[in-house]
């Protein structure tokens, strides 16, 4: 049965939100003024962890043994390991299949085994084999604050990723604790955040962050020789303003094919996700944050497609400057009639449009892989040195 106030409900759940991250990010910056704190750059940070791990000195690239705590749930091991491979050995926990949230007694019973089997994992691992350092990929709503601080007792250094703070740095809040970052954060040496106005937000709950925006692997996103039969596609979930872009874009006339979950088209396996780039005149992006209106942030796609070769056409917002040349390296728009009068002019200036390829993937294999990404942690922690000639 058809809901005649639905669309209602959803245009105060989304204002509704929108209330409540202005008035987080506002709190946030209050008090950020009012502690007089300041955020660190690369050499602050590498002294202050200096400070806190005196007896790390750089190791060879090959030789920097890291352990890995994350679920793998759909592009994680394509990304991580293989990056910190690089490096050295890796030893991955993924507690999924374990401790399964998604499992009806995960709230009651899988969280507490699972944040009290941890510690005792990891120290027989570090017992076995000792780490360099660890890096997770977690949230508040997994892992409590008491497991790690009895993870940082094996007194190698900890680094977090965080890649939703837009709008879930504190999200839920159970037990008085958030479902996202702002409760665990203070315990690692190091938080990486893709969200570079989540800065302050860490800060003030006595983190030491540092801002990365996402990456690609070039050994999986990469161009394939194959025709340019599709002129425009998007891979991504259908919600949001995304249905509603799609449609008018094929109102318009333009042949577009949506895929991922909540499309016709569902899902693609990676390898197919990737040629579809390359059979791909243009590939078209989304910046906004679910349930937000006018809330941008960057994406994997931001930099899957530029590295796989694609022509990338996504919303314009201001992180996206961080990462490339709009205009050179991506293109970007603001509103359905400057999508559409790019997508046509594109469509017909082929030259133009290999150029921007051209230069999109230059620019993502030399600034934007997981490699390197990594490699800037482990300099900052002391496990690389400065300039390697043979690292990353």
């Known amino acids: 049965m058809n809901d005649p106030l639905k669309p209602y409900r959803r245009r105060f759940r989304l204002w509704n939100n929108e209330r409540k991250l202005r008035r987080e990010q506002c709190g946030y910056a209050a008090k950020f003024r009012k502690m007089k704190l300041r955020l660190s ?12 791990f005196p007896h790390l000195t750089p190791r060879p690239v090959g030789k920097i043994r890291t352990i890995a705590i994350y679920h793998h749930y759909n592009w994680e091991n394509h990304a991580l390991i293989p990056a910190l491979e690089k490096f050295g050995p890796v030893r991955h926990y993924d507690w999924f299949d374990e401790f399964n949230h998604q499992n009806k007694d995960w709230r009651r019973t ?5 944040n009290r089997a941890l510690p005792v994992k990891m120290r027989e691992w570090m017992e076995r084999e000792p780490a360099d350092f660890i890096f997770m ?10 497991t790690l601080a009895a993870l940082r007792g094996l007194g190698v250094p900890m680094v977090n990723m965080g890649h939703d703070d837009k709008r879930l740095f504190v999200g839920k809040v159970r037990g008085g604790l958030a479902f996202g970052a702002r409760d665990i954060c203070r315990y690692f040496d190091l938080y990486w955040t893709s969200t570079e106005d989540a800065l302050m937000k860490y800060r003030v709950e ?7 925006p996402e990456a690609a692997n070039p050994e999986i996103h990469k161009p ?19 249905e509603g872009v799609i449609r008018e874009l094929q109102r ?20 197919d996700m990737v040629k579809l780039y390359s059979r791909s005149k243009i590939n078209i992006g989304f910046g906004g944050v679910e349930g937000h209106r006018n809330t941008f942030c960057l994406k994997g796609r931001d930099f899957e497609i530029p590295m796989s070769g694609g022509l990338y056409l996504t919303e314009d917002h201001p992180e996206l400057a961080n990462a490339f040349k709009p205009g050179e390296e991506i293109l970007t728009y603001t509103g359905m ?16 449009a290999e150029a921007i390829r051209r230069k999109g993937r230059e620019r993502a294999l030399r600034d934007h892989t ?23």
């Open 337 to 352: 009639n400057d999508l559409t009068g790019k997508i046509r002019h594109y469509l017909q200036h082929e030259d133009e």
């Open 252 to 271: 318009s006339g333009i042949a577009v094919q949506a895929y991922g979950f909540g499309w016709p088209n569902g899902p693609l396996e990676i390898e």
């Open 41 to 52: 750059g690369n050499d602050e940070l590498r002294h202050e962890l200096k400070a806190v």
């Open 110 to 114: 899988g969280k507490k085994r699972l």
């Open 206 to 212: 006595g983190a030491r962050p540092i801002y990365m």
């Open 137 to 146: 990929y977690v949230t508040g709503e997994l892992i409590d604050p008491e």
């Open 224 to 242: 394939y020789d194959l025709e340019k039969t599709i002129d425009v596609s998007f891979v991504g979930q259908r919600y949001g303003n995304r």
């Open 370 to 392: 997981w490699e390197a990404r990594f490699a800037r942690i482990l300099r900052l922690l002391g496990l690389l040195a400065q300039e390697n000639p043979k690292g990353p």
